[in-house]
Protein backbone atom coordinates (compact mmCIF):
# COMPACT_ATOMS: atom_id res chain seq x y z
CA UNK A 1 0.00 0.00 0.00
CA UNK A 2 0.92 3.73 -0.98
CA UNK A 3 2.62 5.98 1.92
CA UNK A 4 -0.86 7.99 1.99
CA UNK A 5 -2.85 5.06 2.77
CA UNK A 6 -0.76 4.17 5.93
CA UNK A 7 -0.73 8.10 7.07
CA UNK A 8 -4.15 8.00 6.85
CA UNK A 9 -5.25 4.92 8.25
CA UNK A 10 -2.46 5.47 11.42
CA UNK A 11 -4.17 8.86 11.92
CA UNK A 12 -7.60 7.87 12.09
CA UNK A 13 -6.72 5.12 14.55
CA UNK A 14 -4.45 6.83 16.21
CA UNK A 15 -7.20 9.66 16.56
CA UNK A 16 -9.66 6.52 18.11
CA UNK A 17 -7.42 5.33 20.44
CA UNK A 18 -6.77 8.78 21.89
CA UNK A 19 -10.45 9.14 22.21
CA UNK A 20 -10.78 6.01 24.23
CA UNK A 21 -7.67 6.49 26.16
CA UNK A 22 -9.14 9.94 26.97
CA UNK A 23 -12.92 8.37 27.99
CA UNK A 24 -10.64 5.80 30.25
CA UNK A 25 -8.38 8.25 31.78
CA UNK A 26 -11.62 10.33 32.87
CA UNK A 27 -13.76 7.24 34.05
CA UNK A 28 -10.61 6.13 36.27
CA UNK A 29 -10.47 10.06 37.78
CA UNK A 30 -14.37 9.23 39.19
CA UNK A 31 -14.31 5.79 40.06
CA UNK A 32 -14.50 5.11 43.48
CA UNK A 33 -12.81 1.41 42.96
CA UNK A 34 -15.25 -0.71 44.53
CA UNK A 35 -15.78 -4.39 43.00
CA UNK A 36 -18.91 -3.37 41.45
CA UNK A 37 -17.74 -0.20 39.64
CA UNK A 38 -14.99 -2.27 38.14
CA UNK A 39 -16.84 -5.20 37.31
CA UNK A 40 -20.13 -3.63 36.42
CA UNK A 41 -19.84 -0.22 35.62
CA UNK A 42 -21.99 0.56 38.80
CA UNK A 43 -24.83 -1.47 37.17
CA UNK A 44 -26.02 1.67 36.00
CA UNK A 45 -26.28 1.22 31.69
CA UNK A 46 -29.49 2.07 30.15
CA UNK A 47 -30.72 -0.91 27.70
CA UNK A 48 -29.85 0.81 24.81
CA UNK A 49 -26.59 1.49 26.12
CA UNK A 50 -26.13 -1.87 27.05
CA UNK A 51 -27.53 -3.11 23.75
CA UNK A 52 -25.11 -1.37 21.81
CA UNK A 53 -22.29 -2.57 23.94
CA UNK A 54 -23.15 -5.52 23.63
CA UNK A 55 -23.21 -5.46 19.92
CA UNK A 56 -20.04 -3.97 20.14
CA UNK A 57 -18.55 -6.49 22.45
CA UNK A 58 -19.80 -8.99 19.77
CA UNK A 59 -19.39 -7.71 16.15
CA UNK A 60 -15.51 -8.80 16.56
CA UNK A 61 -12.94 -8.85 13.62
CA UNK A 62 -14.24 -12.59 13.20
CA UNK A 63 -17.78 -10.48 12.34
CA UNK A 64 -15.80 -7.64 9.77
CA UNK A 65 -12.32 -9.60 8.55
CA UNK A 66 -13.06 -13.26 9.01
CA UNK A 67 -16.80 -13.86 8.04
CA UNK A 68 -16.35 -11.46 5.12
CA UNK A 69 -13.30 -13.37 3.87
CA UNK A 70 -14.35 -16.85 3.71
CA UNK A 71 -17.60 -15.63 2.03
CA UNK A 72 -15.38 -13.86 -0.61
CA UNK A 73 -13.76 -17.17 -0.65
CA UNK A 74 -16.21 -20.01 -0.40
CA UNK A 75 -19.22 -18.45 -1.08
CA UNK A 76 -22.27 -20.06 0.42
CA UNK A 77 -20.73 -22.07 3.03
CA UNK A 78 -19.22 -18.77 4.48
CA UNK A 79 -22.43 -17.74 5.45
CA UNK A 80 -22.68 -20.41 7.86
CA UNK A 81 -21.04 -17.97 10.31
CA UNK A 82 -22.97 -14.85 9.95
CA UNK A 83 -25.86 -17.37 10.08
CA UNK A 84 -25.29 -19.19 13.87
CA UNK A 85 -23.84 -15.84 15.29
CA UNK A 86 -26.81 -14.19 14.96
CA UNK A 87 -29.36 -17.47 15.60
CA UNK A 88 -27.46 -17.80 18.91
CA UNK A 89 -28.63 -14.74 20.43
CA UNK A 90 -32.36 -16.55 20.31
CA UNK A 91 -30.51 -18.63 22.99
CA UNK A 92 -28.85 -15.95 25.20
CA UNK A 93 -32.67 -14.10 24.84
CA UNK A 94 -34.98 -16.91 25.80
CA UNK A 95 -32.61 -19.32 28.30
CA UNK A 96 -30.07 -16.84 29.39
CA UNK A 97 -30.46 -13.31 29.80
CA UNK A 98 -32.37 -12.00 32.66
CA UNK A 99 -31.78 -15.71 34.53
CA UNK A 100 -28.43 -14.76 34.88
CA UNK A 101 -29.06 -11.49 35.70
CA UNK A 102 -31.11 -12.20 38.51
CA UNK A 103 -28.46 -15.24 39.63
CA UNK A 104 -25.60 -13.86 39.81
CA UNK A 105 -23.67 -11.04 40.66
CA UNK A 106 -20.63 -10.74 38.22
CA UNK A 107 -19.30 -13.44 36.94
CA UNK A 108 -20.72 -17.36 35.26
CA UNK A 109 -19.40 -18.95 38.61
CA UNK A 110 -21.24 -16.59 40.70
CA UNK A 111 -24.98 -18.22 39.27
CA UNK A 112 -23.75 -22.08 39.71
CA UNK A 113 -22.03 -21.52 43.25
CA UNK A 114 -24.83 -19.90 44.57
CA UNK A 115 -26.51 -23.87 45.07
CA UNK A 116 -23.25 -25.65 44.81
CA UNK A 117 -20.28 -25.97 47.05
CA UNK A 118 -18.35 -22.59 46.08
CA UNK A 119 -14.55 -23.62 45.97
CA UNK A 120 -14.49 -26.14 43.27
CA UNK A 121 -17.49 -24.81 41.13
CA UNK A 122 -15.73 -21.25 41.26
CA UNK A 123 -12.04 -23.00 40.09
CA UNK A 124 -14.01 -24.87 37.34
CA UNK A 125 -16.01 -22.25 35.89
CA UNK A 126 -12.78 -19.44 36.07
CA UNK A 127 -10.51 -22.08 34.71
CA UNK A 128 -12.96 -22.49 31.77
CA UNK A 129 -13.78 -18.73 31.40
CA UNK A 130 -10.27 -18.05 31.22
CA UNK A 131 -9.35 -20.45 28.52
CA UNK A 132 -12.36 -19.54 26.26
CA UNK A 133 -11.42 -15.72 26.66
CA UNK A 134 -7.99 -16.20 25.67
CA UNK A 135 -8.28 -18.40 22.48
CA UNK A 136 -10.93 -15.18 21.69
CA UNK A 137 -8.32 -13.01 22.56
CA UNK A 138 -5.83 -14.66 19.86
CA UNK A 139 -8.46 -14.39 16.93
CA UNK A 140 -8.71 -10.89 17.60
CA UNK A 141 -5.29 -10.06 17.77
CA UNK A 142 -4.80 -12.12 14.56
CA UNK A 143 -7.01 -9.98 12.70
CA UNK A 144 -4.78 -7.25 13.93
CA UNK A 145 -1.87 -8.53 12.35
CA UNK A 146 -3.48 -9.37 9.08
CA UNK A 147 -4.55 -5.52 8.53
CA UNK A 148 -1.19 -3.86 9.34
CA UNK A 149 0.43 -6.71 7.23
CA UNK A 150 -1.78 -5.56 4.46
CA UNK A 151 -1.81 -1.67 5.85
CA UNK A 152 2.14 -1.80 5.46
CA UNK A 153 2.47 -3.74 2.67
CA UNK A 154 2.56 -7.62 3.51
CA UNK A 155 6.50 -7.99 3.47
CA UNK A 156 7.30 -6.96 7.52
CA UNK A 157 6.63 -9.72 9.85
CA UNK A 158 8.80 -7.39 12.47
CA UNK A 159 5.48 -5.14 12.42
CA UNK A 160 2.86 -7.22 12.09
CA UNK A 161 4.25 -8.61 15.63
CA UNK A 162 4.92 -5.30 17.09
CA UNK A 163 0.96 -4.34 16.05
CA UNK A 164 -0.28 -7.46 17.83
CA UNK A 165 1.76 -6.62 20.95
CA UNK A 166 0.76 -2.94 20.78
CA UNK A 167 -3.19 -4.07 20.90
CA UNK A 168 -2.15 -6.39 23.65
CA UNK A 169 -0.59 -3.28 25.46
CA UNK A 170 -3.33 -1.23 24.95
CA UNK A 171 -6.15 -3.46 26.04
CA UNK A 172 -4.16 -4.10 29.65
CA UNK A 173 -4.29 -0.03 29.72
CA UNK A 174 -8.21 0.05 29.05
CA UNK A 175 -9.01 -2.58 31.50
CA UNK A 176 -6.71 -1.84 34.47
CA UNK A 177 -7.03 1.64 34.78
CA UNK A 178 -11.00 1.92 33.32
CA UNK A 179 -12.93 -1.32 34.29
CA UNK A 180 -16.10 -2.21 32.63
CA UNK A 181 -17.71 1.76 32.93
CA UNK A 182 -14.84 2.45 30.55
CA UNK A 183 -14.93 -0.43 28.33
CA UNK A 184 -18.54 -0.06 27.84
CA UNK A 185 -18.31 3.23 26.17
CA UNK A 186 -15.48 1.94 24.12
CA UNK A 187 -17.86 -0.65 22.97
CA UNK A 188 -20.21 1.75 22.37
CA UNK A 189 -17.94 4.40 20.22
CA UNK A 190 -16.74 1.05 18.02
CA UNK A 191 -20.26 -0.53 17.33
CA UNK A 192 -21.26 3.22 16.08
CA UNK A 193 -18.47 3.13 13.61
CA UNK A 194 -18.88 -0.25 13.06
CA UNK A 195 -22.12 -0.30 11.79
CA UNK A 196 -21.87 3.18 10.11
CA UNK A 197 -18.85 1.90 8.03
CA UNK A 198 -20.63 -1.58 7.08
CA UNK A 199 -23.82 1.01 5.84
CA UNK A 200 -21.61 3.26 3.87
CA UNK A 201 -19.70 0.33 1.87
CA UNK A 202 -22.57 -2.06 1.30
CA UNK A 203 -24.45 1.30 -0.01
CA UNK A 204 -21.33 2.49 -2.58
CA UNK A 205 -21.53 -1.35 -3.60
CA UNK A 206 -24.88 -1.86 -4.07
CA UNK A 207 -24.50 1.61 -6.17
CA UNK A 208 -21.54 -0.46 -8.34
CA UNK A 209 -24.11 -3.45 -9.27
CA UNK A 210 -27.25 -0.40 -9.52
CA UNK A 211 -29.10 -2.36 -6.84
CA UNK A 212 -29.06 -5.27 -8.37
CA UNK A 213 -28.44 -8.22 -6.22
CA UNK A 214 -28.81 -10.95 -8.46
CA UNK A 215 -26.30 -9.12 -10.68
CA UNK A 216 -23.95 -9.04 -8.07
CA UNK A 217 -23.77 -12.80 -7.06
CA UNK A 218 -23.64 -13.73 -10.71
CA UNK A 219 -20.76 -11.84 -10.85
CA UNK A 220 -19.40 -13.37 -7.71
CA UNK A 221 -19.87 -16.74 -9.14
CA UNK A 222 -18.51 -15.48 -12.12
CA UNK A 223 -15.26 -14.43 -10.72
CA UNK A 224 -15.15 -17.06 -8.21
CA UNK A 225 -14.39 -19.77 -10.70
CA UNK A 226 -16.14 -22.26 -9.36
CA UNK A 227 -19.68 -21.08 -11.48
CA UNK A 228 -23.26 -21.43 -9.81
CA UNK A 229 -21.76 -23.93 -6.96
CA UNK A 230 -20.28 -20.91 -5.25
CA UNK A 231 -23.77 -20.03 -4.73
CA UNK A 232 -24.74 -23.49 -3.28
CA UNK A 233 -23.79 -25.57 0.19
CA UNK A 234 -20.88 -27.72 -0.46
CA UNK A 235 -17.71 -25.49 -1.88
CA UNK A 236 -16.30 -25.70 1.93
CA UNK A 237 -18.15 -28.47 3.59
CA UNK A 238 -19.54 -31.00 1.20
CA UNK A 239 -16.65 -32.61 -0.19
CA UNK A 240 -17.27 -35.74 2.33
CA UNK A 241 -19.05 -36.64 5.12
CA UNK A 242 -15.73 -35.49 6.99
CA UNK A 243 -16.61 -31.95 5.35
CA UNK A 244 -20.52 -32.36 6.62
CA UNK A 245 -19.84 -33.29 9.50
CA UNK A 246 -17.55 -30.26 10.06
CA UNK A 247 -20.01 -28.33 9.32
CA UNK A 248 -22.89 -29.70 11.45
CA UNK A 249 -20.19 -29.45 14.22
CA UNK A 250 -19.59 -26.12 13.58
CA UNK A 251 -23.01 -24.85 13.33
CA UNK A 252 -24.02 -26.67 17.19
CA UNK A 253 -20.98 -24.79 17.87
CA UNK A 254 -21.85 -21.14 16.43
CA UNK A 255 -25.64 -21.69 17.94
CA UNK A 256 -24.95 -22.63 21.15
CA UNK A 257 -21.70 -20.89 22.32
CA UNK A 258 -22.56 -17.78 22.63
CA UNK A 259 -24.88 -18.58 25.56
CA UNK A 260 -21.50 -19.69 27.61
CA UNK A 261 -19.36 -16.65 26.23
CA UNK A 262 -18.06 -15.22 29.35
CA UNK A 263 -17.54 -11.38 28.22
CA UNK A 264 -21.31 -11.39 27.19
CA UNK A 265 -22.57 -13.47 30.31
CA UNK A 266 -20.83 -10.12 32.24
CA UNK A 267 -22.98 -7.37 30.67
CA UNK A 268 -25.75 -8.46 31.98
CA UNK A 269 -24.56 -7.51 35.04
CA UNK A 270 -24.32 -3.48 33.97
CA UNK A 271 -27.95 -3.07 33.83
CA UNK A 272 -29.95 -2.53 36.90
CA UNK A 273 -32.57 -5.39 36.30
CA UNK A 274 -33.60 -8.22 34.83
CA UNK A 275 -35.68 -6.87 32.39
CA UNK A 276 -33.18 -4.04 31.31
CA UNK A 277 -31.06 -7.25 30.72
CA UNK A 278 -33.94 -8.07 28.10
CA UNK A 279 -33.92 -5.75 26.33
CA UNK A 280 -30.53 -4.95 26.11
CA UNK A 281 -30.59 -8.00 24.47
CA UNK A 282 -33.71 -7.18 21.84
CA UNK A 283 -31.52 -3.99 21.10
CA UNK A 284 -28.72 -5.96 20.62
CA UNK A 285 -30.74 -8.68 18.02
CA UNK A 286 -31.87 -5.67 15.61
CA UNK A 287 -28.42 -4.13 15.13
CA UNK A 288 -26.25 -7.48 15.25
CA UNK A 289 -29.01 -8.52 12.16
CA UNK A 290 -28.36 -5.86 10.67
CA UNK A 291 -24.70 -5.99 10.42
CA UNK A 292 -24.57 -9.64 9.61
CA UNK A 293 -26.94 -8.84 6.77
CA UNK A 294 -24.70 -6.60 5.40
CA UNK A 295 -21.75 -8.70 6.03
CA UNK A 296 -23.37 -11.02 3.56
CA UNK A 297 -23.25 -8.50 1.03
CA UNK A 298 -19.68 -7.41 1.56
CA UNK A 299 -18.78 -10.41 1.39
CA UNK A 300 -20.13 -11.63 -2.00
CA UNK A 301 -18.97 -8.59 -3.11
CA UNK A 302 -15.75 -8.56 -2.13
CA UNK A 303 -16.03 -11.73 -4.68
CA UNK A 304 -17.09 -9.93 -7.75
CA UNK A 305 -15.22 -6.79 -7.14
CA UNK A 306 -11.79 -8.19 -5.88
CA UNK A 307 -11.83 -11.68 -6.81
CA UNK A 308 -10.73 -14.60 -4.67
CA UNK A 309 -7.17 -14.95 -5.97
CA UNK A 310 -6.46 -11.32 -5.28
CA UNK A 311 -8.14 -11.65 -1.53
CA UNK A 312 -6.10 -14.98 -0.97
CA UNK A 313 -2.95 -13.29 -2.21
CA UNK A 314 -3.24 -10.39 -0.10
CA UNK A 315 -3.81 -12.99 3.13
CA UNK A 316 -4.54 -16.50 2.84
CA UNK A 317 -7.34 -16.66 4.91
CA UNK A 318 -9.37 -14.00 3.63
CA UNK A 319 -8.75 -11.46 6.84
CA UNK A 320 -8.37 -8.62 3.92
CA UNK A 321 -11.78 -8.67 1.79
CA UNK A 322 -13.58 -5.74 3.34
CA UNK A 323 -10.44 -3.60 3.40
CA UNK A 324 -9.28 -4.16 -0.51
CA UNK A 325 -13.10 -3.99 -0.92
CA UNK A 326 -12.70 -0.10 0.58
CA UNK A 327 -9.86 0.19 -1.71
CA UNK A 328 -12.03 -0.49 -5.01
CA UNK A 329 -14.80 1.20 -4.40
CA UNK A 330 -13.33 4.11 -3.20
CA UNK A 331 -11.38 4.58 -6.47
CA UNK A 332 -8.70 2.22 -7.14
CA UNK A 333 -5.26 2.12 -5.52
CA UNK A 334 -4.12 5.31 -6.67
CA UNK A 335 -7.35 7.36 -6.03
CA UNK A 336 -8.33 9.52 -3.18
CA UNK A 337 -11.24 8.18 -2.50
CA UNK A 338 -9.85 4.74 -2.03
CA UNK A 339 -6.97 5.73 -0.17
CA UNK A 340 -9.68 7.72 2.28
CA UNK A 341 -12.08 4.39 2.54
CA UNK A 342 -9.16 2.56 2.61
CA UNK A 343 -8.04 4.16 5.27
CA UNK A 344 -11.47 4.84 7.76
CA UNK A 345 -12.33 0.98 7.17
CA UNK A 346 -8.81 0.07 8.43
CA UNK A 347 -8.80 2.64 11.61
CA UNK A 348 -12.73 0.65 12.20
CA UNK A 349 -11.09 -2.83 12.18
CA UNK A 350 -8.42 -1.86 14.33
CA UNK A 351 -11.03 0.07 16.95
CA UNK A 352 -13.10 -3.26 16.52
CA UNK A 353 -10.39 -5.17 17.70
CA UNK A 354 -9.49 -3.07 20.50
CA UNK A 355 -12.43 -2.87 21.93
CA UNK A 356 -13.49 -6.26 21.70
CA UNK A 357 -10.40 -7.09 23.12
CA UNK A 358 -10.61 -5.05 26.03
CA UNK A 359 -14.00 -6.40 26.84
CA UNK A 360 -12.65 -10.00 26.83
CA UNK A 361 -10.06 -8.95 28.85
CA UNK A 362 -12.19 -7.57 31.60
CA UNK A 363 -14.23 -10.70 31.83
CA UNK A 364 -11.21 -12.69 32.19
CA UNK A 365 -9.76 -11.12 34.66
CA UNK A 366 -12.79 -11.04 36.52
CA UNK A 367 -12.45 -14.66 36.28
CA UNK A 368 -9.66 -14.85 37.32
CA UNK A 369 -9.36 -12.27 40.39
CA UNK A 370 -13.12 -13.07 41.78
CA UNK A 371 -13.26 -16.85 41.33
CA UNK A 372 -10.01 -17.91 41.13
CA UNK A 373 -8.20 -16.17 43.71
CA UNK A 374 -11.56 -16.17 46.01
CA UNK A 375 -11.25 -19.85 45.68
CA UNK A 376 -7.57 -20.20 46.89
CA UNK A 377 -8.18 -17.96 49.67
CA UNK A 378 -10.87 -19.82 50.39
CA UNK A 379 -12.71 -16.43 51.78
CA UNK A 380 -13.75 -14.28 49.50
CA UNK A 381 -11.56 -11.67 49.12
CA UNK A 382 -11.78 -8.00 50.03
CA UNK A 383 -13.22 -6.28 47.13
CA UNK A 384 -10.09 -3.75 46.99
CA UNK A 385 -7.56 -6.67 47.21
CA UNK A 386 -9.33 -8.69 44.37
CA UNK A 387 -9.83 -5.46 42.02
CA UNK A 388 -5.66 -5.41 42.46
CA UNK A 389 -5.63 -9.12 41.44
CA UNK A 390 -8.00 -8.32 38.88
CA UNK A 391 -6.16 -5.79 37.20
CA UNK A 392 -2.40 -7.54 37.17
CA UNK A 393 -4.55 -10.56 36.12
CA UNK A 394 -5.17 -8.70 33.01
CA UNK A 395 -1.56 -8.39 31.66
CA UNK A 396 -1.28 -12.07 32.41
CA UNK A 397 -3.67 -12.66 30.11
CA UNK A 398 -2.21 -10.32 28.12
CA UNK A 399 1.07 -11.63 27.69
CA UNK A 400 -0.68 -14.99 26.98
CA UNK A 401 -2.74 -14.23 24.45
CA UNK A 402 0.06 -12.14 22.63
CA UNK A 403 2.13 -15.06 22.45
CA UNK A 404 -0.22 -17.55 20.61
CA UNK A 405 -1.71 -15.28 18.29
CA UNK A 406 2.16 -14.73 17.30
CA UNK A 407 1.81 -18.39 16.84
CA UNK A 408 -1.61 -18.64 14.79
CA UNK A 409 -1.47 -15.79 12.68
CA UNK A 410 -1.89 -17.54 9.38
CA UNK A 411 -5.32 -18.92 10.74
CA UNK A 412 -8.64 -16.93 9.91
CA UNK A 413 -10.20 -15.04 12.41
CA UNK A 414 -13.80 -16.43 11.86
CA UNK A 415 -12.38 -19.75 12.35
CA UNK A 416 -10.46 -19.31 15.55
CA UNK A 417 -13.92 -17.50 17.04
CA UNK A 418 -15.25 -20.79 16.07
CA UNK A 419 -13.07 -22.94 18.16
CA UNK A 420 -13.62 -20.17 21.44
CA UNK A 421 -17.59 -21.01 20.56
CA UNK A 422 -16.77 -24.66 20.99
CA UNK A 423 -15.01 -24.09 23.95
CA UNK A 424 -17.91 -22.07 25.28
CA UNK A 425 -20.70 -24.68 24.21
CA UNK A 426 -18.77 -27.37 25.57
CA UNK A 427 -18.01 -26.04 28.84
CA UNK A 428 -20.02 -22.92 30.01
CA UNK A 429 -23.21 -23.97 28.69
CA UNK A 430 -23.98 -26.80 30.06
CA UNK A 431 -23.37 -26.17 33.98
CA UNK A 432 -24.79 -22.93 33.26
CA UNK A 433 -28.24 -24.64 32.41
CA UNK A 434 -27.72 -27.40 34.29
CA UNK A 435 -27.76 -25.10 37.08
CA UNK A 436 -30.62 -22.81 36.16
CA UNK A 437 -32.99 -25.92 35.21
CA UNK A 438 -32.26 -29.02 37.63
CA UNK A 439 -33.61 -29.16 40.27
CA UNK A 440 -31.32 -32.66 40.98
CA UNK A 441 -28.04 -31.03 39.60
CA UNK A 442 -24.65 -31.40 42.30
CA UNK A 443 -21.81 -29.89 42.85
CA UNK A 444 -19.94 -33.09 41.09
CA UNK A 445 -22.06 -32.77 38.43
CA UNK A 446 -20.95 -29.04 37.98
CA UNK A 447 -17.59 -30.00 38.29
CA UNK A 448 -17.55 -32.88 36.06
CA UNK A 449 -19.57 -30.78 33.48
CA UNK A 450 -16.84 -27.89 32.97
CA UNK A 451 -14.24 -30.54 32.64
CA UNK A 452 -15.64 -32.81 31.07
CA UNK A 453 -16.24 -30.13 27.92
CA UNK A 454 -13.46 -28.20 28.41
CA UNK A 455 -10.71 -30.85 28.64
CA UNK A 456 -12.36 -32.96 25.33
CA UNK A 457 -12.42 -29.85 23.24
CA UNK A 458 -9.08 -28.71 24.00
CA UNK A 459 -7.74 -31.81 23.64
CA UNK A 460 -9.93 -32.48 20.07
CA UNK A 461 -8.76 -29.39 18.64
CA UNK A 462 -4.57 -30.32 19.45
CA UNK A 463 -5.31 -34.15 18.10
CA UNK A 464 -7.19 -31.95 14.48
CA UNK A 465 -5.66 -30.93 11.64
CA UNK A 466 -5.81 -27.29 12.73
CA UNK A 467 -2.58 -28.03 14.66
CA UNK A 468 -0.75 -30.94 12.39
CA UNK A 469 -0.66 -33.31 9.74
CA UNK A 470 -2.13 -30.83 7.02
CA UNK A 471 0.16 -27.63 4.93
CA UNK A 472 -2.41 -25.23 6.91
CA UNK A 473 -1.84 -25.93 10.13
CA UNK A 474 -0.36 -24.15 12.81
CA UNK A 475 2.96 -27.62 12.90
CA UNK A 476 2.79 -28.51 9.48
CA UNK A 477 6.34 -30.56 9.56
CA UNK A 478 4.61 -33.11 12.04
CA UNK A 479 1.36 -35.20 12.34
CA UNK A 480 -0.43 -36.46 14.99
CA UNK A 481 -3.79 -35.93 13.63
CA UNK A 482 -5.96 -38.14 14.98
CA UNK A 483 -9.11 -36.59 15.06
CA UNK A 484 -10.93 -35.66 11.54
CA UNK A 485 -12.16 -32.50 12.43
CA UNK A 486 -11.45 -28.65 12.26
CA UNK A 487 -14.07 -28.00 14.95
CA UNK A 488 -14.64 -30.39 18.16
CA UNK A 489 -18.21 -29.27 18.80
CA UNK A 490 -20.01 -32.32 17.59
CA UNK A 491 -18.14 -34.32 20.27
CA UNK A 492 -17.31 -31.92 22.89
CA UNK A 493 -20.61 -30.39 23.24
CA UNK A 494 -22.71 -33.54 24.08
CA UNK A 495 -19.66 -34.74 26.26
CA UNK A 496 -20.10 -31.53 28.46
CA UNK A 497 -23.96 -32.43 28.95
CA UNK A 498 -23.02 -35.89 29.44
CA UNK A 499 -20.51 -35.35 32.37
CA UNK A 500 -22.95 -33.46 34.02
CA UNK A 501 -25.47 -35.82 34.17
CA UNK A 502 -23.51 -38.44 35.18
CA UNK A 503 -21.29 -36.60 38.07
CA UNK A 504 -24.93 -36.06 39.12
CA UNK A 505 -26.10 -39.40 39.49
CA UNK A 506 -22.63 -40.68 40.99
CA UNK A 507 -22.70 -38.24 43.53
CA UNK A 508 -23.49 -39.00 47.38
CA UNK A 509 -24.92 -35.22 48.04
CA UNK A 510 -27.89 -34.93 47.97
CA UNK A 511 -29.78 -31.83 46.20
CA UNK A 512 -30.32 -28.92 48.17
CA UNK A 513 -33.97 -28.36 47.48
CA UNK A 514 -33.97 -25.35 49.28
CA UNK A 515 -31.25 -23.72 47.98
CA UNK A 516 -32.58 -24.74 44.28
CA UNK A 517 -36.27 -23.35 45.01
CA UNK A 518 -34.52 -19.91 46.09
CA UNK A 519 -32.88 -19.93 42.57
CA UNK A 520 -35.81 -20.55 40.88
CA UNK A 521 -37.56 -18.04 42.52
CA UNK A 522 -34.73 -15.38 42.12
CA UNK A 523 -34.14 -16.36 38.53
CA UNK A 524 -37.71 -15.93 37.59
CA UNK A 525 -38.43 -12.67 39.79
CA UNK A 526 -35.84 -10.72 40.94
CA UNK A 527 -36.55 -11.59 44.14
CA UNK A 528 -33.32 -10.98 46.12
CA UNK A 529 -31.00 -10.37 43.56
CA UNK A 530 -28.37 -8.02 43.37
Known sequence: MSGHHQTLALLLFSAFVAVTLGITTWVS?????????FYAGGRLFSPMENGFALSGDYMSAASFLGVTGLISLYGYDGMLYAVGFLVAWLVVLFLVAELVRNCGRFTLADVVAARMDERPV??????????????????????????????????????RNWTVIGVGALMVIYVSMGGMRATTWIQ??????????????TVLLLMRFHGDINDLLRSAALRSGHGQAFLAPGLKYGGDWTARFDFMSLGLALVLGTGGLPHILSRFYTVPTARAARRSVLWSIGLIGGFYLMTIVLGFGAAAVVGPEAVRGSNAAGNTAVPLLALDL????????????????????????????????????????????????????????????????????????????????????AFLVGLAFAVAASANLPVLLYSLFW???????????????????????????????????LFPGVDFQYFPLQNPGLVSIPLGFLAGWLGTVTSAEPPDEAKHAEIEVRALTGAGAV
Open 439 to 473: RSFTTRGAVWAVYGGLVPSLLLVLLSPVVSGSPES
Open 330 to 413: GGGADSTGGTVLFAIVAAIAFATILAVVAGVTLASSAAVAHDLYASVRRRHAKPHGEVAVARAASVGIGVIAIALSLLARDLNV
Open 122 to 159: RIAAGTSSVVVSVLYLVAQMVGAGSLVSLLLGGTSDAA
Open 188 to 201: IVKAVLLIGGAIVL
Open 29 to 37: RNRHGSAEE
